[in-house]
């Protein structure tokens, strides 16, 4: 059982024969009394500030478990996140990679058409130089043997013949001596 300053205070000593000086005694006991009131008051705030910081350690643990959690969701939705932007990396890297291979491989084929389309007409201009070359050759044969100078047609008159050999700027052959068309040698050539 715990002595209360009161139980001090209200204290009786026998008094005996040779005994202690009742007031210094009291005095004594006062002193006491008042000593304990204060380290029991003392006391009191001390508990009552240790349950204080007792609740609020119990909530700095609540908040350190939540903070604990809260890191680790968010280590795992880092790690999440980092794992879903290297997929999408690599499905845009792959993605690339095919359109990139599907312009190489039009621009060689366009490459190949262009250069098949050169190739072609570089040989139909050789067809029409060979074939322009033949008829200019050929015109320029029938124009040096003169044959067809000295030897007029024997049954036309001599106004038959200057009609025949007008020199006028309105003179307009009879047979039709036109260029011909590449496609139209490329026929020729072909039958």
Known sequence: MAITPLDIQN???????????????????????????????????????????????????????????????????????????????????????????????????????????????FKQAQVFKMRFRSFIEAQLSALESEEWMNNPPKDLGASERKRTFNTDADYEPKSDYRMRSIEETENDTER
């Not at 280590?75 to 690339?96: M, N, P, S, Y």
């Not at 990679?97 to 190949?112: C, F, P, V």
């Open 11 to 121: 204290k009786e000593f026998e008094r005996a024969f040779r005994g202690y000086d009742i007031e210094d005694v009291d005095e004594f006991l006062d002193q006491i009394a008042k000593d304990l009131e204060i380290l029991i008051s003392d006391n009191a705030v001390l508990t009552d500030q240790l349950e204080q910081m007792k609740e609020k350690n119990k909530n700095y643990h609540k908040m350190e478990g939540t903070m604990h959690n809260a890191i680790v969701v968010a280590q795992e939705t880092a790690e999440e996140v980092k794992h879903i932007a290297k997929r999408e990396a690599d499905l845009i890297r792959r993605e690339a990679e095919k359109d990139a291979q599907r312009i190489i491989d039009e621009a060689r084929y366009r490459s190949t058409k262009i250069l098949s389309e050169q190739e072609d007409l």
